[in-house]
């Protein structure tokens, strides 16, 4: 008898039920107020809805998340576009590939905490209030290039060898490979690693502005908390980041299936 595979859309709810029960406990259970006090690192998800809905926090999301989400989008377009010439250039000069796979790996490696740190010091944060700090720019576009960069070179590497020798005895140039041939071959993967820089972009805006000395953003607003010992507004940010990444992720998820209907179909 066949079993029939969960939908993708039941173990999501599922896996998402088991986290809010599992961080319900631990709040319950691990985490409690200690004696003399209400205060607790870990608030319960009915404390962290009351911060967001009850309270009317949620009301000032967009205010607080848009210089973030600006930083963190300009990054991703500069990061990815790097990235992709940087893999572009590669086929043009292959002798260059170990030279720019370890430029991309050194940018995976740095330190990115230390390297806020010198862009802090170096770019400084936002020109004026509300807008996205040079620091997050910088540090959401640098954690983009790696997985970019091994991405593409290996999409183009991937390419139908076949399919490169018929333009090359039609008398088609390394661009014309590129154009017709590689590019395609590649988008998948391309597509892919774009998909998984969303996350990444966003996160290092959020840590480019918790370093910069900017006064708006994700940021700033759990600099503020964190003084404050607002537990459920922290975790309330948190959340609210993991749901746009989460969303930002399944956008471009669903980018990729609209682009390449071939690789999704072959993989139903």
Avoid: H
Avoid at 242 to 259: M, P
């Amino acid at each position: 008898m066949r079993v029939g595979r969960m939908p993708t859309w039941a173990s999501g709810i599922i896996g998402g039920i088991s986290l809010v029960l599992l961080w319900w406990l631990m709040s319950v259970i691990a985490f409690r107020p200690q004696e003399g006090t209400t205060f607790t690192p870990v608030p319960s998800p009915l404390a962290v809805f009351q911060w967001l809905f009850v309270d009317g926090n949620i009301a000032g999301a967009w205010s607080v998340f848009q210089p973030t989400i600006t930083a963190a989008a300009i990054g991703y377009v500069w990061g990815n576009g790097i990235a992709l010439v940087l893999a572009a250039f590669v086929l043009v000069f292959p002798k260059t590939e170990t030279v720019i796979t370890q430029i991309a790996v050194v940018s995976y490696c740095l330190p990115i905490v230390a390297i806020g740190g010198i862009s802090v010091v170096v770019l400084g944060g936002a020109k004026s209030p509300g807008d996205p700090s040079a620091t997050a720019i910088f540090l959401a576009a640098l954690v983009c290039v790696f997985t970019t960069v091994v991405g593409a070179i290996l999409g183009f590497k991937s390419a139908d060898k076949a399919s490169l020798d018929v333009v090359r005895v039609f008398g088609g140039s390394s661009w014309t490979q590129l154009r017709k041939v590689r590019l395609i071959a590649a988008l998948p993967a391309i597509l892919n690693a774009l998909q998984i820089a969303v996350p990444t972009a966003f996160l290092g805006a959020v840590l480019g502005e918790y370093l910069g000395a900017i006064t708006a953003g994700v940021g700033p607003t759990l600099i503020r908390l964190q003084g404050q010992l607002d537990a459920a507004g922290v975790w309330s940010v948190f959340l609210l980041c993991a749901v746009f990444a989460l969303v930002a992720y399944g956008l471009v998820g669903l980018l990729v299936r609209v682009v390449t209907p071939w690789v999704s179909g072959a993989a139903r």
